[in-house]
């Protein structure tokens, strides 16, 4: 690699305040070659900024925190900036833009597990992800019969005004995963980019994720290297349940009309080596798939058991009423997803690493699910909603929550990557990616 990043230790996560404090630091520190500018305000009213780096004719775009649990990449945005700001051969021929945070008012209501200790309960009692029709990552338009969707966010509007005016040739969108390994996704077949991804991975000493997760039944350039499918065919699968589109395309498939190249880089807060075993685990795949079936809709039985009867009574319009109906959803649209890829995988053995996967995510989706409902009855009683029926229901979401977070802490391994290390693997990537992009140039 040209341009081996530095990677100092990073003791916390950055909140919104302090990401924009250290992106207003880069511009006094590189007043010649650093830009900030408005491009458009959240639906609380933030403000969303720009921070242009350099004046080569080829625009990168890199977009910091597309999903407000996942803020390894606040601190990369950071990093990344300051490094080709200061480093006129890791800049190249490039203007580097840097949208910080793309949606500050959720990433907030995370922020208070950044402090740590990062620990599995301390991630979700204070847990927030919004639900998909409410991410601005994945509400950019699809008009096509079988999967409309045109219900863009102020966010996404904001972004696509970016990525029209810029029309970048590389999209960087930055993203984080909870367990396991690392594992990327680009939106084409890149001569050399897995290899590069995961020799990067491998110098930090990052293990691969070897279990798809979201990108199950997903093209392969390499092991844990996805290929975005077309929007129309992610839209039309979210569908399949009911025939409604829940969401609309990514940013990477509307960067893909300027002929942009996209990268994303999914890194781990905590490892787990089974995430990376390719060994056999003797037992078939589909079977796998049907017990992970079970799971989660015992999850989605459990929390409509705690929530269903006290719905009359909730009275405070919170995001996270939103977000946990958004969570169940997916958890169901991942139910129906494993049914639909049983027989894709009949006629042979699960590994070690996909059986993995499979029960991490039963673990993370029902430990989502009772961490939003927690919070969200907690909001209730101190707004003074204190109906017994509420009472009752916040004691059951307490019980759920505590049985599941011990299972699975007793499952899982909750040891943390150092920060330094995940930065560093997000930085290098998008290093590595755009010098084989130079290559092609030429």
């Known amino acids: 690699m040209d341009h081996m990043y530095d990677a100092a230790p990073i003791g916390r996560l950055l909140t919104v305040d302090e990401l924009n404090a250290a992106v207003e630091d880069i511009v006094r520190d590189f007043p010649e070659r650093c830009r900030l500018r408005r491009i458009g305000s959240s639906r609380q009213g933030e403000p969303l900024s720009l921070l242009s780096v350099g004046d080569g004719p080829e625009q990168v775009l890199v977009v910091g925190g597309p999903h407000p649990n996942e803020p390894v990449g606040l601190w990369t945005v950071v990093r990344l900036a300051r490094l080709v700001a200061g480093d006129e051969a890791a800049r190249g021929r490039r203007t580097w833009n840097f949208i910080p945070c793309l949606d500050p008012d959720a990433t907030r209501l995370n922020e208070g597990w950044f402090d740590g200790p990062l620990t599995i309960r301390r991630y979700h009692e204070r847990f927030y992800r919004p639900a998909l029709d409410d991410q601005p990552e994945w509400t950019f338009p699809v008009l096509e019969e079988g999967a409309y969707f045109d219900a863009m966010l102020p966010e996404t509007q904001a972004l696509a005004r970016v990525i029209d005016e810029l029309r970048p040739r590389l999209s960087y969108s930055l993203h984080n995963s909870d367990f396991g390994g690392v594992f990327h996704i680009l939106d084409r077949d890149l001569p050399g980019a897995a290899a590069a991804l995961n020799e990067v991975s491998a110098q930090r000493g990052l293990a691969l994720s070897l279990g798809p997760m979201d990108t199950l039944g997903w093209a392969q350039a390499g092991p844990a290297v996805y290929l975005m499918p077309q929007a129309r065919e992610l839209a039309a ?23 942009a190249t996209t990268l994303i880089v999914e890194t781990p807060l905590w490892r787990d080596p089974r995430a990376s075993d390719a060994g056999t685990t003797g037992r078939a795949y589909p079977e796998v798939l049907q017990e992970g079936s079970r799971d989660l809709e015992d999850t989605v039985g459990r929390i409509s058991d705690v929530m269903d009867p006290v719905q009359p009574f909730l009275t405070v319009p919170t995001p996270l009423r939103r977000a946990l109906s958004g969570s169940l959803e997916q958890t169901r649209a991942l139910r129906v997803g494993y049914r639909a890829m049983e027989p894709v995988f009949a006629g042979r053995d699960a590994t070690v690493a996909e059986e993995f996967t499979v029960r991490c995510t039963g673990h993370m989706l029902r430990l989502r699910a009772a961490g939003l409902l927690r919070r969200h009855l907690d909001v209730e009683q101190r707004a003074g909603n204190q109906r017994a029926a509420v009472r009752t229901a916040a004691r059951a979401a307490d019980a759920l929550f505590d049985l599941w977070c011990a299972q699975a802490e007793a499952y899982l391994t909750a040891d943390p990557y150092p920060l330094g290390d995940l930065v560093a693997v997000q930085v290098e990537a998008v290093l590595a990616v755009a010098g084989l992009l130079d290559a092609e140039t030429v």
């Not at 979210?238 to 009309?257: E, K, L, N, W």
């Open 237 to 259: 699968a979210a569908a399949r349940d009911d025939g409604t589109a829940r969401f609309g395309s990514s940013s990477s498939h509307y960067a893909a009309r300027h002929g």
